[in-house]
């Protein structure tokens, strides 16, 4: 898990920046460009890693992405890493949602906006998608970890169960599973 | 909406925060419950329009929260709703992180992250396929995704130009 070498310290002013740029970058949702800087653009985790820490991440209450750089920037730096990485994913954001607020309140919908906001989410779907399966090209190549992400993917998104039952009945025994598998 | 509604909707808010395992949306049905119907603070139209420009705009999609306490209580709604869905959850991440890191190679911990990658993997394609669903009407909004698909898969080009694509053909009224 160290830096290769060559790479700058990965230090909590480099989290926080780090962070900020996946915050800004992140038009419909964070996920999809934390996967770009972390695994693709900084090799600060390799594909599993990523998607073990996002595992983790979801099933610990809170916002995914916060908990994952919660776990990330403790892991290179300390509490200290940890609070600058949520902060840089959080404070930008927030100002950009004040600022967003303001104008809603004073402007309303225009239809401009509407017609910009139905093109970007097509993209934004196009997106998730695109990191789900970046994330399974990654996995073992067994058909257990694909039964598992093939259940869960038509539990939630096909049949669309309650998340909470759906992870509370899946997760237990795909632990299980993985840690009987082992032996 | 005086202090002490603000107050309290930091609480409520607090303890959603603990509830949302696999993600903010999971409570966002109890939070519209909680502003829109119990209270009274906004319409429901408001909290649907404070969801989609969270989902539009720069920064995790839990940030519409944001949104919605300075619809309620002004700057110190705002901060109120963030800091009780991120300060929570963060404090409780690092301390299962501090406890996990000493035990990062226990068979358990391992078959743990292991085990639940793939479910993790499974919920990110029904997110990408619910989405789908719900934003596209047609085929060229359709076609748009599978093209966003393709490009970020095949490609190493910033997702960022494929959005302002989206949205150039959006205001164009392609899609």
Known sequence: MDATPGQPAIDPPLLFVTFSQISLSGFGGTLPWAYRMLVERKAWLTQREFAETLALGQLLPGPNVCNMAAMIGYRYAGYRGAFAALAGLIVWPFLIMIVTAILYQRYGELPLVQQALSGMSAVAAGLVLSTGIKMASGMRRHWRPWLFAALSFAAIGLLRWPLLAVVGALAPVAVFVSWWSRR | ?175
């Open chain 2, 1 to 175: 909406m005086d202090r002490s509604d603000t107050w309290s909707m930091f609480l409520h808010f607090s303890l959603l925060s603990f509830m949302a395992i696999g993600g903010v949306s999971a409570v966002l049905p109890d939070m519209q419950r909680y502003v829109v119907e119990a209270n009274h603070w906004m319409s429901a139209k408001q909290f649907a329009d404070a969801y989609a420009l969270g989902q539009a705009a720069p920064g995790p999609n839990m940030m519409f929260v944001t949104l919605v306490g300075y619809q309620v209580g002004g700057l110190i709604g705002a901060v109120a709703t963030t800091v009780a869905l991120t300060v929570p959850p963060f404090i409780f991440t690092l301390a299962i992180t501090r406890f996990t890191a000493n035990n990062a190679d226990a068979p358990l911990a391992v078959a743990i992250r292991r085990g639940l990658a793939p479910v993790t993997i499974g919920l990110m394609l029904a997110s990408g396929w619910v989405l789908l669903r719900s934003t596209d009407h047609d085929w060229r909004s359709l076609l748009l995704t599978l093209v966003t698909v393709a490009v970020v898969t095949q490609t190493r080009y910033s997702p960022l130009w494929l959005i302002a694509l989206g949205a150039g053909l959006g205001i164009a009224g392609v899609v």
